[in-house]
């Protein structure tokens, strides 16, 4: 089975898990989750599979790589905004969603009276806890887990399982021999690299996020007028974020870094690619344009309303003027973020 599964996977039992819990409580009351309702909503449920599944007494999970070429330089003459390499193809809630509906058709056939339920940030289950525990990866200061294989390039999903934990693990793809060294230790370079100075370590040396200085949530999650002082940590990017990826030793080959893993399960005919141009962004003018173009990816996410504004963003910071009239336009969108937005951009293009 694992020759045709494009990833790895291993499984956990459900067991209490107090520690992460009292970790993740601590880091809410720290106020660092951006305020978002659904994190603090959801602190009862991270931990508690049963509530998802009746019966439950194992979690597989996956991790699936992300496709991963050489950083392609921005397109010449092309003012062009910069999109994380997560979202540059299919959605990746539907690739691994695609990968789990082939693991449950295997396990089916092998075990039919278990039940399955995947999820793929469906649920609100602390998918990396879980992918740590089963053996996927260890966590890094950016905060993310980093294996041996795909260093920090890969995505995660999950089976909620009835079988027991010894059958649920039996195909599962230990990485236990293949973890990198624990280098994060000795190391701060993606600390001192993030933009908005977002990674800092908690006591017990663990990674603590600041998510509202993220550009991961504020170009994506956020749809607000972002205030023009913050303008500088977008650059060039007009979704997501890469730079704690893009620095670590964990994603180099001599670690094991994925460099070079491509697959079918993120092709896409809407395929964004790692740059946009601004002037076709700046150009879609409604909802349906927006989404004509992106349906399928991931950018979707971020709404019309949020990649026009990034875009408006871009531009000014790139002081692309050849755009003014684009922008111009855009100071009478009935968006009031993405109108306000360009109002802001209009008068620093005109400096
Ligand atoms: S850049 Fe250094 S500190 Fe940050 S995750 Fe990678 S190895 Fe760890
Ligand atoms: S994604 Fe970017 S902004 Fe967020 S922690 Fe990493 S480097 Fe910082």
Redo the contacts with the bound molecule.
């Keep these: 089975m694992q020759a045709d599964i494009p990833a790895i996977w291993g499984a956990v039992p459900t067991l209490p898990n107090s520690g992460a819990e009292q970790k993740y409580r601590a880091w809410l009351a720290l106020s660092l989750h951006a305020n978002m309702p659904c994190l603090t909503k959801s602190a009862d449920l991270k931990f508690a599979p049963e509530r998802f599944l009746p019966g439950v007494q194992a979690i597989i999970m996956c991790a699936l790589p992300l496709p991963v070429a050489a950083h392609p330089p921005a397109p010449p003459g092309v003012p062009s905004g910069l999109v994380a390499l997560y979202a540059r193809g299919r959605d990746y809630h539907r690739a691994v969603g695609a990968l789990l509906r082939r693991i449950i058709r295997t396990l089916r056939a092998r075990y039919p009276e278990a039940i399955f339920r995947p999820f793929c940030d469906t649920l609100p289950l602390s998918e990396r806890t879980y992918a740590m525990q089963a053996g996927l990866g260890r966590p ?3 905060g ?1 887990l ?1 294996n041996g294989l795909y260093g ?1 390039h890969f995505v995660l999903g999950g089976l909620l399982t009835t079988l027991p934990f010894a059958e649920a693990a039996g195909d599962a793809h230990s990485l236990l021999d293949s973890k990198p060294p624990h ?2 230790a000795h ?5 001192d ?1 993030c933009p908005g100075r977002s ?1 800092s370590t908690a006591p017990d040396g663990s ?1 603590m996020l600041d998510v509202s200085r993220c550009l991961a949530w504020l170009s994506i999650e956020n749809k607000d007028v972002i205030p023009i002082q913050n303008w500088v940590l977008f650059g060039e990017r007009i979704f997501g974020c890469d730079i ?2 893009d ?5 180099a080959p001599q670690l094991g870094g994925s460099g070079g893993i491509h697959h079918a399960l993120f092709d896409s005919d809407h395929a964004p690619g790692a740059y946009l141009p601004l002037a076709e962004i700046l150009a879609i003018r409604d909802d349906t344009a927006f989404a004509q173009r992106f349906s399928g990816t991931a950018l979707m996410r971020a709404k019309r309303r949020g990649l026009v504004r990034n875009a408006i963003i871009v531009t000014a910071n790139g002081r692309h003027t050849s755009l003014m009239s684009l922008i111009s336009d855009l100071q009478r969108d009935p968006d009031p973020v993405i109108a306000e937005t360009a109002r802001l951009a209009a008068s620093l293009l005109r400096q």
Excluded at 187 to 191: D, F, M, N, P
Excluded at 247 to 251: F, K
């Design positions: 890094a200061r950016s993310l980093a920090t280098i994060c190391c701060r370079v993606c600390a690299a990674l990674c704690c990826q620095v670590c030793p964990y994603n």
